[in-house]
């Protein structure tokens, strides 16, 4: 048997799909997380979470049976049962949440009764996709959801899309950076009844044009072709009613009547509606209608949108569902969201030179250290860093120290900076009359501060450079 010194050391990397989150990585995360949270709250939602996986079947009948091949797969090894159920099958019990939206509809439905009317909630879990990872698209991700449930006007949708807004907003982005695209299934699903599809085949329509992006031109129309649809006659219609909308929109948007719409049906309706609500929540100049946008998961009525990059995947996605939570044993109720992930977030903040780095991104995360304490190197000044750290925490401060054996203060104070510490307090032969150095790392400047006051002096400092 080996002996354990001779056991040759194993590297591992994190599964494909994933991140590592390092400080400054993590820092970043949180800067996204930060304004979701803020941004939600200031538009009076509730944050919620839910379980990590849940039963399988609540995504396969809820989402679509697409979904299954998207599904990392939950099972306890201890149970014998499940343990058969994966074997005789190969399906387990339980999954890890791909999306939030059936673990909403599940915790709406089970409290229908007490919740208010609408209710308005948010979320940021990670979620899991067993899928291909490529830029823009990981196995690991983390997303902000947004709903209102129990609203059915317009005004619901237009609120979850103001919701966005007012996200992108904060960050710095604008209507030069996204677009949002507005889109009604049962619009869509008009439009193709009358390219040829028949109600059977209607479902499956609808999501070969939520993969058109993603097929080559020969495959699409063969697959139009299988369920006897017209794709330039659809590709005109949706030409001609795109065309239309968007003029109303452009006209509301600068100031003028909503010109009237040849097609009469109920979606018109919703869509007119719709464009009222977000004149009123004056974000016009952000949309446009295209129905192409469909989206792919079944339980979507009414209107979608995504909200897009030139260059990059859809930033945002999300439409009515009106009939899910009823799906799940809950009283009818219309509910309107979206989910943002994080990753092409990021990747377009970045792309605009949005994301903040270093001191910037510590001042907006309120991570900067108050104080970051160092002993010029002597006996009886190294024996005081250790309480004076702890009397500084003990006050309400963010202090650190350093560690390094080293009397070369120039190199401290380069530690001291490097971690964006607002002050150094330096511990030299003045310690002896109960003074500290206290160096003013963003101006330079320098004091002299009796030891028992310091907590207090660098409270005040701080609050008048944040001023």
Request: hydrophobic letters at 40%; proline letters at 5%; glycine letters at 10%.
């Amino acid at each position: 048997m080996a002996s354990p010194g001779s056991i040759r050391p194993v590297r591992f990397q994190g599964p494909k799909g994933t991140r590592d989150f390092y400080p400054a990585e993590m820092a970043r995360r949180r800067y996204i997380e930060q304004a979701w949270r803020t941004v939600s709250i200031r538009h009076g939602f509730d944050e919620i979470e839910g379980p990590t996986f849940e039963s399988a079947d609540l995504y396969a009948v809820k989402s679509g049976e697409a979904i299954l091949g998207e599904l990392f797969q939950a099972f306890s090894g201890k149970s014998p049962e499940e343990v058969e159920q994966v074997r005789s099958t190969g399906r387990a019990p339980y999954a890890l949440r791909p999306e939030f939206t059936p673990t909403l509809a599940r915790m709406f439905a089970d409290r229908a009764a007490s919740l208010p009317r609408p209710t308005k909630w948010f979320a940021i879990p990670i979620h899991y996709r067993a899928e291909r990872p490529q830029r823009g698209r990981l196995r690991e991700f983390l997303q902000w959801n947004a709903d209102v449930i129990g609203e059915e006007s317009p005004q619901a949708d237009a609120e979850v899309i103001a919701l966005a807004v007012g996200l992108f907003t904060e960050l710095g982005l604008s209507g030069r950076h996204l677009t949002v695209r507005l889109s009604n299934r049962d619009l869509v699903s008009e439009l193709l009844i009358e390219s040829g599809v028949g109600e059977a085949d209607l479902a499956a329509a609808l999501t070969l044009l939520d993969r058109r992006d993603r097929m080559a031109a020969e495959e699409f129309a063969r697959s139009c072709c299988q369920i006897g649809l017209d794709a330039a006659a659809l590709a005109a219609r949706l030409g001609e009613v795109q065309g239309e909308m968007n003029s109303a929109l452009a006209a509301m948007e600068n100031g003028g009547a909503m010109p009237p719409i040849a097609r009469k049906s109920p979606a018109i309706g919703q869509l007119r509606g719709l464009i009222e609500a977000l004149g009123a929540q004056g974000i016009l100049k952000w949309c446009e209608f295209d129905f192409s946008i469909v989206r792919g998961l079944a339980y979507y009525t009414g209107t979608v949108f995504e909200v897009t990059a030139a260059g990059e995947r859809a930033v945002a996605g999300g439409g009515r569902y009106d009939r899910l939570i009823a799906s799940f044993g809950g009283p009818p109720t219309p509910a309107v969201g979206f989910g943002m992930g994080d990753v092409v977030l990021s990747l377009v903040l970045e792309e605009h030179g949005l994301m903040p780095e270093g001191e910037r991104l510590a001042e907006c995360l309120g991570t900067r250290p108050d104080a970051f304490v160092v002993s010029a190197g002597d006996e009886s000044s190294d024996a005081v860093v250790a309480p004076l750290v702890a009397e500084l925490r003990r006050a309400g401060l963010h202090a650190r120290r350093s560690y390094k054996a080293t009397k070369k203060i120039d190199k401290l104070l380069k530690d001291a900076a490097a971690c964006y510490s607002r002050f150094a307090v330096i511990l030299d032969e003045t310690c002896s009359t109960g003074n500290v150095q206290v160096k003013n790392l963003d101006d330079g400047s320098q004091d002299t501060v009796m030891r028992t006051q310091l907590a207090q002096w660098i409270t005040q400092h701080r609050s008048r450079a944040h001023v």
